[in-house]
C-alpha cells in the first residue's frame, strides 16, 4: 500500500532522472529553470543576431508575449536541452523546418545531437552558421536556406526527430519575402504551414516524435485564430498522433503592468506557450523507451 505522505518519487529524484519532472505543465519562471537557460546562454549564444524582426505593433502586441514590444522573441535554451532528452534518442538527428536563430542547432549539437535546419532568411542563415563556427568549431550544425516547402523535396535521409518553433502566424514580420509565412493571410499561411508539416513527417521514423512549441495569436477583430488546433489538425493529417501536450509557463515579465490595459477588453494575458508532441505511425523505438 502506498503512503501518500511519502511519495514513491520525490520531486527531487524526478529532476535528478528527467532533468524536469515530466509533467504536463513545466514552468520556466523558476531558479533552477533561470540558471540552467542563463549557464547555456553564457556559451555565447546570440539568437537575435540576423533578425531584423518587426514586431506588429497594434491590436494585439500587448496581448502576447512578455517584452514583445522591445525585444525579438528568443527561444529558450533550457527547452531546448529538456525536449532533446526526453524525446530524442541518443546521438539522434534533429529536423527543424522553422530554424530561425541558432539555439536549437547549438543545443543538439553541444548535447551529442546532429543538427538541421532550413531558415528562409540568408542573413539569419548566416548568422547562425558564424555563431556555430565560434561556440562549436568543427562540430557545427547544418543550417540550409530556402523555402521549406521546396528544401524539405531535396533533403536526403530520414530523421529520429522533428523540432521546432514555427511563425506564431502574424505576430512577428520576418521579411518582405512574399513566401515568407509571416506576411500571409492566415488562409495561405496555413495552406502552406501544413504542406511543410506534411513533408516533415515524410521525412520522420516510422514511431519517433516530432515537437512543435506554438501558441494562439488574436486576428484582427481580437478572437483568436485557433492556431494549436489547426496544428494539430495538420500533423494528424500527415500521419502522426497527438501524443503528449504540455504548457510551457513562461516568465511574467511585463504582464503584470500589461494586464490593466489588456483586460479592459477582457481578454486575458498570455503567459504560456503549448508543447505538442506527435508520434509518427509505428512502433516507437526502444532507444526511446
Not at 548566416?126 to 568543427?138: F, T, V
Not at 494528424?236 to 516568465?251: Q, V
Request: charged letters at 25%; a negative charge.
Amino acid at each position: 500500500m502506498v503512503n501518500i505522505n511519502k511519495p514513491e518519487e520525490s520531486d527531487g529524484a524526478l529532476r535528478n532522472r528527467f532533468i524536469e519532472p515530466p509533467f504536463s505543465v513545466i514552468d520556466a519562471k523558476t531558479g533552477r529553470w533561470q540558471e540552467r537557460k542563463n549557464k547555456w546562454l553564457s556559451l555565447g549564444i546570440d539568437s537575435e543576431v540576423g533578425r531584423d524582426v518587426k514586431a506588429l505593433i497594434g491590436k494585439n502586441d500587448v496581448d502576447y508575449m512578455p517584452d514583445m514590444k522591445t525585444a525579438i522573441s528568443v527561444f529558450d535554451p533550457a527547452l531546448c536541452e529538456l525536449m532533446y532528452k526526453w524525446f530524442c534518442p541518443k546521438g539522434g538527428v534533429v529536423l527543424d523546418p522553422f530554424a530561425g536563430g541558432s539555439v536549437r542547432g547549438i543545443i543538439a549539437h553541444k548535447l551529442g545531437y546532429t543538427y538541421v535546419g532550413v531558415e528562409l532568411r540568408q542573413e539569419q542563415v548566416d548568422a547562425n552558421r558564424e555563431q556555430g563556427k565560434d561556440i562549436l568549431p568543427g562540430n557545427e550544425p547544418t543550417w540550409f536556406c530556402g523555402d521549406s516547402n521546396w528544401v524539405l523535396n531535396d533533403l536526403d535521409g530520414e530523421f529520429d526527430f522533428i523540432f521546432s518553433c514555427p511563425p506564431y502566424v502574424n505576430l512577428e514580420v520576418y521579411s518582405n519575402d512574399p513566401v515568407d509565412l509571416s506576411n500571409m493571410p492566415y488562409d495561405d499561411f496555413l495552406s502552406v504551414y501544413r504542406s511543410i508539416i506534411s513533408k516533415s513527417i515524410d521525412k520522420l521514423k516510422d514511431g519517433h516524435l516530432a515537437v512543435f512549441v506554438v501558441g494562439d495569436v488574436r486576428d484582427d477583430e481580437g478572437n483568436y485564430y485557433d492556431f494549436i488546433s489547426d496544428t494539430k489538425k495538420a500533423f494528424i493529417d500527415s500521419g502522426a498522433k497527438l501524443y503528449n501536450e504540455a504548457i510551457l509557463l513562461d516568465p511574467i515579465g511585463t504582464a503584470m503592468i500589461r494586464a490593466n490595459n489588456t483586460f479592459s477588453s477582457k481578454k486575458l494575458v498570455k503567459v504560456h506557450q503549448n508543447i505538442l508532441c506527435f508520434k509518427k505511425m509505428g512502433t516507437m523505438p526502444k532507444t526511446l523507451k
